[in-house]
């Protein structure tokens, strides 16, 4: 098997919230700025991390799971990043061994030198101890290539977090603390880089911190096997597909629109918010967002309610997953209480709360067979209607949606990753109820 040198590096960090994202977009950028085609990956379920680095790379961000993807399509989805890129990044999640699978795992199952970023506010010469750590606690099966102090209050306060680090766990950057720099958030995580109108001078200005602070830092070449998956069957081939996606309906991995245009379908996307009517098409999907920030932009399209009512009429296929499920709803109650009308082409009220309603990986059984994904939100959905299955957690955790069914209209909170199964996605969207 031949294989494809690339310079490639993972980010991680000993927990959520350290800064992973932004120190991630700051190398793309200015390794961008520099005239580089960046590639930058994902590790597990996320949306928005993706928007800021698709933002700051110049190229759409794709996942890198093992077990929604699994480790064959993630070495191919690598072995053809690494034929086109000068530099592959991967972004963790939450801390570097966190999790079944772990960025750790996906760092040790590919090779991949791993950055550790830790939010050096409030420590100083402990800051050491928790980089040997994480160096440490998988010995040579996971290597450390450096370590980055975030939000340092001071030069000396950098130097003072450096003392303790072995020769070959070095300090690559001690970034200041910049609150001007930040990024908001809401209640899923980051607001959309869509969202950001000055999200791009922003990114320019973390690549230049970056660039000041990691002069001399070298990006290591790493093998990767020149692996590709086998091609699709065309179980779609002259099918259209419809996909809303805009601010309201914007949870869509590259790779679910990769792997319906592989297997034969034109897709074409449309902006319910924008006032834009369905497009003619032969099946819908409606992914998850923000519709309850977008109510009121939904119900003044004169046409989108209707065209998914006649849709519906003609026994369409319709999957709605998420938020795009909460559209469907009849009535929808945001953060603040106000409740809004919604299509009401499937029975029940939503709600919106305070605190994190469900989360965890799934795997659905569909009637066409398995699919996996994952499950993330702050809402809860009262429906009389009766699952036709329920999903189950690979990891024990208690989240388990439901998949309902009505007429052509398949619904759930699951955010599905189409590639795990797409002949499963290809059968859907193929049948008439």
């Excluded at 081939?237 to 419809?242: D, N, V």
């Excluded at 398949?410 to 008439?432: D, E, G, I, T, W």
């Amino acid at each position: 098997m031949t294989a494809t040198l690339c310079p490639a590096l993972m980010v991680s960090a000993p927990a959520s919230g350290q800064g992973k994202t932004s120190v991630t977009a700051a190398i793309a950028r200015h390794a961008r700025n520099a005239g580089k085609t960046v590639r930058v990956f994902k590790t597990g379920p996320d949306y928005l991390d993706p928007m800021v680095l698709a933002r700051a790379s110049g190229q759409p961000v794709y996942q890198l799971d093992l077990f929604m993807g699994g480790l064959a399509h993630c070495r191919a989805q690598l072995a053809a990043a690494a034929t086109e890129a000068d530099l592959i990044l991967v972004e963790g999640v939450m801390g570097l061994f966190d999790g079944a699978p772990s960025s750790a795992d996906l760092a040790e199952a590919f090779g991949l030198p791993v950055l550790a970023v830790i939010d050096a506010s409030g420590m100083a010469q402990t800051f050491a101890a928790l980089a040997l750590g994480l160096q440490s606690l998988r010995g040579e099966r996971i290597r450390l290539c450096g370590v980055v102090a975030n939000r340092v209050g001071s030069e000396g306060h950098g130097r003072m977090v450096a003392e303790g680090l072995p020769a070959n766990l070095p300090l690559v950057a001690a970034l200041q603390r910049r609150q001007d720099l930040a990024l908001p958030e809401r209640h899923l995580g980051l607001v959309q880089a869509l969202e950001l109108p000055g999200l791009d001078a922003q990114l320019d200005a973390w690549a230049q911190a970056w660039g000041e602070a990691s002069r001399g830092f070298e990006f290591e070449p790493v093998r990767f096997a020149a692996e590709a998956e086998p091609a699709l069957p065309a179980l779609l081939a002259g099918r259209r597909i419809g996909v809303a996606q805009d601010a309201a309906f914007s949870f869509i991995y590259p790779a679910n629109l990769d792997c319906l245009r592989a297997l034969g379908a034109e897709v074409a996307t449309f902006s319910p918010i924008a006032g834009e009517p369905l497009p003619p098409c032969d099946a819908l999907w409606l992914p998850g967002g923000y519709p309850e920030l977008h109510a009121d932009a939904m119900r003044a399209n004169p046409t989108f309610f209707a065209g998914l009512r006649e849709h519906l009429a003609l026994h369409k296929p319709l999957l709605a997953e998420c938020g795009g499920m909460l559209a469907l709803a009849d009535t929808l109650v945001d953060g603040d209480g106000h409740e809004h009308a919604m299509a009401g082409l499937m029975p029940g009220s939503a709600r919106l709360h305070q605190r994190l309603a469900a989360l965890g990986m799934q795997s659905m059984d569909w009637p066409e067979g398995t699919l996996r994904g994952h499950s993330f939100h702050y809402s809860t959905l009262a429906t009389p209607l009766a699952p036709i299955a329920t999903a189950s957690n690979p990891n024990g955790g208690k989240t388990a949606e439901a998949l309902y069914q009505q007429g052509s209209l398949r619904a759930s909170y699951l955010h599905h990753y189409f590639p795990s199964n797409p002949q499963a996605v290809a059968a859907f969207f193929l049948n008439k109820a």
